[in-house]
């Protein structure tokens, strides 16, 4: 049956699957120009590029036709270990007496919420899961143990992030509106903390992720409208209520009942555990998504180069935009898999548990069309993003980088005057024709 | 357990146990333990004819009981996806308590993936994911002294989950149980009706289209004669229908010429299927999300997203679950079973049993 894309216009390449919270891969079209993008033209030729492409949707195929029993039975047993670990971290903490079983109840609770935001929460919200019909499981329903709440995190990450990934101006992530990581983005002032501003969100990386998709700067800049940024509000104060709420004072409401037999300051101390477990999560995160994502080879794009990408330009794109951690299957599991953050992007919606395998095939395909596949260990990656947060925090000399640069406000002024020019053109020529 | 259930349900529990519900931590330590989520264990897979079996089933504590006639969603875990069909409770209603077991009975459709996988695999002791028991064809808490209870095919389950309950609890009234079947191997649970028309004083009637036995006493599809054979007066009988699209259709007919359509409750066993070549299938049909759109080809608006790419959610496919609710944005719609037309915007569907009536735009 022919499907076809809405738009006026058609786009190089449909969408693959379009399950309702993971609209990536969508292609990012010029309406003015059929002009193909130009991503990945200094590596091979658009041919090359679009073979590559059949090649990787091939890959994606092979792997979507092998899902079944096994794939089920590992994620339950992950959500069977995390669920474990919770409870023993939950009866560790009652024991404050008891140092060395407060003590491992902490990194139980801490491990606990690692394994649901990264194995279970981050891959279930991606839909990787979702064929499996459970519940328990479901992309669409799913609420992770995170200050962010699921709906908004899934449009900020799934679809923003996943769609544009790296492209400045589109990809919110790159440097999460807070640092500075690349040297196309604009230097502020702020920027001179850019290494103290990254220690302190990754302590407190949750409040960061939850803070960010609310969007207070799209909501400023006129992207997103009032409704829109009020519900996003009223979402994250929700589901801050509830996370606070269990962790900062139910728990440490029922820790009262210890008091006679340990003492008045036994609720502080589980008070005490469930910050450290969570700061505990908050760091781990943070680290892989960061040596993910902005390690110095990683690439970046600008959004003209990326309009109308073929399939394989896609690919392309998210390959370089991305950085492998290696390290033993434990430590893959730990997160989530998205120590694969190449094959992660390349596929977000498989089942992580199949990244090692499909690592391979993109290993040789890279090697084929003779393109970088950045990988390192979690050490070397972590020194890369630090001397990069460093670099790039020190004042550029080419003053069109300089945010608030007489050039640099004169250069957007032009550019949306343009902008505006070219869609009143646009709007006359087809009222005319 | 009543205490116990609602305490671990409460908003104390609740607040501990956030985001998750009581019910993910339970179900690791036993796939039976739950507070809210309905479970059953496979006690027995029987065959009733070569296409249809019973499946008998034990309930984990959260099971609310039936009423004669109700449904259940049934899910069952092949290959690790859960699939969930709505089945129709065949056995009777425990005469006083609740009881934990209860079965469905189902006969297995060609390219029915569950009914098949029912028929042919299930085995004893698996764990099976169901809800509570629901639907609105029942039978009134007070019966009245003239009932008729018609069926065809496999449209029998729920009313001989009727016929059982009425004849566990002694009822005295008139009773009729009138059933179309092909032939008499095509006929599920044939030796209990023999049985109970030898031995209680509800009558069973059953004929047999295709295969006719020499002596019966009708003959055929269903006719307003057979009422008049039958001497029953549908004005002052309250009648049970389940069957085909067809059988309801006549049944719903005579009862409305016969002006006696109030005394007349009828479920549907399958959604009819769709005349594909309809003078609806054409416009466009917008999948308003993902930004797709396909050309209406006339069958449900789940089918053609799916063959679309798209992979919506769905429960039972035949409209009674709500799984499958989303929000059409405009243009109209035809149910499949009632036929009738809505053309509101903004307005949230069935997408499994409504076929677009032009062009539409859904919010998938």
């Keep these: 049956m022919p499907i076809t894309l809405r738009w006026s216009k058609k786009a190089p390449i449909k969408p693959h699957s379009a399950s309702k919270h993971n609209a990536a891969p969508l292609t990012l079209i010029n309406p003015f120009t059929d002009k193909p993008a130009t991503v990945g033209l200094d590596h091979m030729t658009y041919e090359q590029l679009e073979e590559f492409g059949i090649e990787l949707d091939a890959v994606r195929q092979r792997v979507l036709d092998d899902i079944g029993q096994k794939d089920a039975d590992y994620i339950r047993r992950v959500i069977k270990a995390q669920r474990a670990a919770e409870i023993l971290g939950r009866i560790g903490i009652f024991m404050p007496f008891f140092p060395p079983a407060f003590i491992a109840g902490i990194v139980l609770l801490g491990l606990a919420k690692i394994l649901d935001n990264m194995e279970i929460g981050h891959n279930v919200m991606h839909g990787q899961y979702d ?117 900062y004072i139910a728990w440490p409401l029922v820790g009262l009942a210890l008091v006679p037999f340990v003492g008045w300051w036994a609720p502080l101390a589980i008070l005490g555990a469930n910050v450290v477990a969570n700061i505990i999560r908050n760091i781990w995160t943070f680290l892989i998504i960061f040596c993910g994502h902005f390690p110095a080879d990683v690439a970046t794009f ?68 003779d393109l970088p596949y950045h990988t390192g260990r979690l050490s070397k990656q972590l020194v890369s993003v630090a001397g990069q947060l460093a670099k790039y925090g020190a004042k550029p000399s080419d003053p069109y980088k300089v945010g608030n640069s007489p050039e640099s406000k004169a250069l957007r002024r032009a550019k949306r005057e343009e902008a505006a020019r070219r869609a009143t053109a646009l709007s006359e020529t087809q009222l005319t024709s | 357990m009543g205490i116990i259930r609602s305490a671990l349900t409460s908003r104390v529990v609740r607040s501990l146990t956030s985001p998750n519900s009581i019910d993910d931590y339970l179900q690791q330590v036993h796939p039976m333990l739950a507070a809210e989520n309905v479970r059953a264990r496979v006690v027995e897979v029987r065959r009733e004819t070569g296409e249809a079996s019973t499946v008998v089933m034990r309930t984990n504590g959260v099971w609310k009981g039936f009423l004669p006639g109700q449904h259940v969603q049934f899910g069952v875990e092949v290959d690790g996806t859960r699939r969930i069909r709505v089945f129709s409770v065949s056995s009777a209603r425990p005469a006083k308590g609740r009881s934990r077991t209860f079965s469905v009975s189902v006969k297995a459709h060609p390219d029915g993936y569950v009914s098949q996988f029912l028929h042919k695999e299930l085995t004893p002791g698996t764990i099976v994911y169901l809800s509570q028991a629901e639907g609105e064809f029942v039978l009134p808490r007070e019966v009245p002294s003239s009932l008729l209870l018609v069926s065809g095919g496999s449209g029998v389950t ?35 009706l023999d049985e109970i028309a030898g031995s209680t004083s509800m009558r069973v009637v059953r004929v047999y289209t295709r295969q006719p036995t020499p002596d019966a006493e009708l003959q055929g599809r269903f006719h307003v004669d057979h009422l008049k054979h039958l001497g029953i007066d549908p004005v002052d009988t309250l009648t049970y229908v389940c069957g085909p699209a067809g059988l309801i259709a006549t049944v719903r007919d005579t009862y409305g010429e016969l002006g006696a359509a109030e005394q007349l409750r009828q479920e549907y066993f399958k959604v009819p299927s769709v005349d594909v070549d309809a003078a609806d299938a054409t416009g466009t049909l917008v999948f308003d999300t993902t930004l797709v759109e396909a050309p209406n080809t006339g069958a449900t608006i789940l089918e053609q997203a799916e063959a679309a790419g798209l992979q919506p959610d769905f429960g039972c496919r035949m409209g009674v679950c709500n799984t499958c609710a989303v929000k059409k944005n405009s243009g109209a719609v035809r149910h499949v079973v009632s036929g009738e037309i809505s053309a509101d915007t903004d307005e949230t569907i069935k997408i499994c049993v409504q076929v677009p009536v032009g062009d539409v735009n859904i919010a998938l």
Excluded at chain 1, 134 to 160: S, T
Excluded at chain 1, 199 to 228: N, P, R, T
Excluded at chain 2, 173 to 186: E, I, K, M, P
């Design chain 2, 158 to 192: 729920p009313v001989m989950s009727m016929l059982r309950t009425l004849r566990a609890t002694g009822h005295s009234g008139d009773v009729t149980f009138l059933h179309y079947a092909r032939s008499r191997d095509d006929e599920m649970f044939t030796d209990e």
């Design chain 1, 302 to 369: 600008a959004e003209e180069d990326a309009q109308n990408e073929n399939r394989g330009q896609w690919y392309y794109r998210q390959i370089l935009g991305s950085a492998n951690i290696s390290g033993h299957a434990p430590f893959h599991v730990l997160t989530g898999n998205l120590s694969y953050q190449i094959e992660h992007h390349l596929f977000p919606d498989i089942p992580a548990r199949r990244y090692p395998e499909v690592a391979e095939d993109v290993k040789r395909l890279c090697k084929e069309y």
């Design chain 1, 131 to 247: 064929w499996m019909n459970d519940p328990m499981v479901d992309g669409a329903r799913y609420e992770w143990d995170n200050m962010a709440d699921a709906k908004d995190w899934k449009h900020g990450h799934n679809y923003i992030h996943h769609t544009y990934t790296n492209i400045h101006g589109m990809d919110r992530d790159i440097g999460y509106n807070l640092l500075r990581i690349d040297p196309d983005q604009p230097w502020y002032g702020t920027h001179r903390f850019n290494l103290p501003m990254a220690f302190v969100l990754m302590m407190f990386f949750e409040w960061g992720v939850m803070y960010h998709g609310i969007e207070l700067d799209q909501y400023l800049q006129g992207k997103i409208s009032k409704a829109d940024f009020q519900g996003r509000k009223k979402r994250a104060m929700r589901k801050i209520r509830r996370q606070v709420t269990k962790d």
